[in-house]
């Protein structure tokens, strides 16, 4: 903004979020007002995130909603169906996607906006491959299935079901590249309001395809692919008839096939990033159920992660927001704006933290009896709940710097640190005080506590020493040579 008339002084960090820095006489404003407009942009980014994640969380909530109408069998099969794609598949391409956020997200803040529409078409490009080599273990399911223990007939149903889901994995292909491309430019409602109205659509023939056409299952399965690509379509279109994507994308250009090897590399360590810290938590109920009590305790620690998904829901907004922050800031070069943002995110999502610790604390004793009946789980999450408030306050910290390392293009680093505190210290050490100390379900979580603090250590003694100086450097070198590259391309 201009500096006459008295006017605060804004450094460029968004287009709907500026965070001013000097005042009208250019001296630095002070450090809680600085802070405040921080929190304020963060916010303005988290919240609708936060509600985007929540809603379309809401369209497998109301398939399974469905199926369970539809009998006990139907929704075992269909539980076990989506687990593969959830929680395989989809982890995978989002992690792939998240390469766009570092990407994007400084290519927005260098003002090189054109390149956003060609990073967009190149993750579709790999996305979609990826899509492909995804479906082919798909195809075989069924067999897979029965190899893991499942019966003959919901091995059978569940791989039909999954052969049925396929078309959603190339709309995820389309989804999450478009997604991390309004991201980067703070245009985060139009997801929210898309999905919203498809949900709509999506709760409406869910019912009609299953229960008047009597299509059963294979109706919200198909209703459940329409609704993913009428999400893709509407993105797509908002991308392209929106007056606030003008600059950002141009059309379709045969620079989207260059350096596709250079962008898959981002993207594979992007996607290692996201799979083991998401499988952490899938392999933590794996091992539950090989204890001598196991049906207790698998139904105590799948409670407890619910837990920890909801309120990893709302940390995953601030991931987004601050990568979001982070990006904009080293793309511009400003460098010290980028950290301040860092440690305003961690301070903001610790606070959230400890409301929930607190929270799960206080209602300790019938937390359990929310999602069931069984006196002896419920004892059982009782148990877990201070183990599983520490984790609720680790991850305040661990969610958001993975997110500013993001933004700053640190994929790499934060896989390895995901790989040696997780899956080198934290599983070792929790099979260790599980079995040699009888501990069972919190002797594993004991585990995974130690992993995660080792995690957030090193993340948060790594965001304190970084030279965001250097980081700047780097950000703007990177997006020199895409660009170059993408100028050069005929």
Request: charged letters at 10%.
């Amino acid at each position: 903004m201009s500096r006459g008339g008295g006017e605060v002084v804004y450094e460029y960090v968004q287009l709907n979020s500026l965070i001013p820095h000097y005042d009208s006489s250019h001296r630095r404003i002070g450090l809680s007002k600085t802070t405040w407009c921080e929190c304020k942009a963060q916010w303005k980014l988290a919240a609708p995130t936060i509600a985007a994640t929540l809603i379309q969380y809401l369209f497998t909530v109301v398939a399974e909603l469905m199926a369970g109408h539809l009998g006990k069998f139907e929704l075992a099969a269909l539980a076990i169906a989506f687990t593969v794609l959830r929680g395989l598949a989809y982890p995978v391409m989002l992690g792939m996607a998240n390469a766009l956020e570092t990407l994007c997200g400084q290519a927005f803040g260098a003002r090189q906006l054109h390149m956003l529409g060609i990073y967009m078409q190149r993750s579709i490009i790999i996305l979609a491959a990826t899509a492909v080599i995804l479906s082919v273990p798909c195809l075989f399911a069924e067999y897979i299935f029965k190899l893991l223990g499942q019966t003959t007939a919901i091995a059978a149903k569940s791989g039909v079901l999954l052969k049925w889901m396929l078309p959603q994995l190339f709309a995820f292909a389309v989804i999450l590249p478009v997604q991390k491309f309004l991201h980067a430019q703070s245009l985060i409602l139009p997801i929210v309001w898309i999905s919203t109205g498809v949900l709509i659509f999506h709760v409406v023939f869910c019912w009609i395809t299953a229960f008047e056409l009597k299509l059963g299952l294979i109706g919200v399965v198909m209703t459940h692919n329409v609704s993913c690509w009428l999400v893709a379509i509407f993105q797509f279109m908002y991308v392209v008839l929106s007056d606030s994507c003008k600059a950002s994308w141009t059309g379709f250009t045969v620079s989207a096939f260059r350096q596709l090897l250079s962008f898959l590399r981002l993207s594979i360590f992007s996607a290692i990033m996201v799979f083991l810290q998401i499988w952490y938590y899938q392999i933590l109920v794996l091992l539950a159920g090989t204890l001598t009590d196991a049906e207790v305790d698998i139904d105590a620690i799948s409670i407890s992660i619910n837990m920890i998904i909801l309120e990893m829901m709302i940390l995953f907004g601030f991931g987004v927001a601050v990568s979001i922050r982070v990006s904009n800031e080293l793309g511009a070069g400003n460098a010290e704006a980028a950290c301040f943002s860092v440690f305003v995110a961690v301070a903001t999502s610790s606070i959230i933290s400890i409301c929930f610790a607190i929270i799960f604390l206080v209602c300790k004793n019938v937390l359990g009896y929310i999602f069931t009946a069984s006196l002896a789980v419920a004892e059982s999450v009782s148990q877990l709940v201070p183990f599983l408030a520490a984790s609720v306050l680790l991850n305040g910290i661990q969610a958001v710097l993975s997110g500013a390392a993001t933004g700053s293009g640190s994929q790499f680093y934060v896989a390895y640190v995901n790989l040696i505190s997780c899956y080198l210290v934290g599983l070792p050490l929790g099979l260790l005080i599980c079995y040699k100390f009888g501990l069972g379900v919190t002797g594993i979580w004991s585990g995974m506590i130690a992993g995660t603090t080792l995690q957030s250590l090193i993340l948060l003694y790594t965001a304190w020493h970084t030279n965001w100086n250097e980081q700047a450097r780097q950000a703007a070198n990177s997006l020199s040579a895409w660009r170059i590259d993408s100028v050069a391309s005929p």
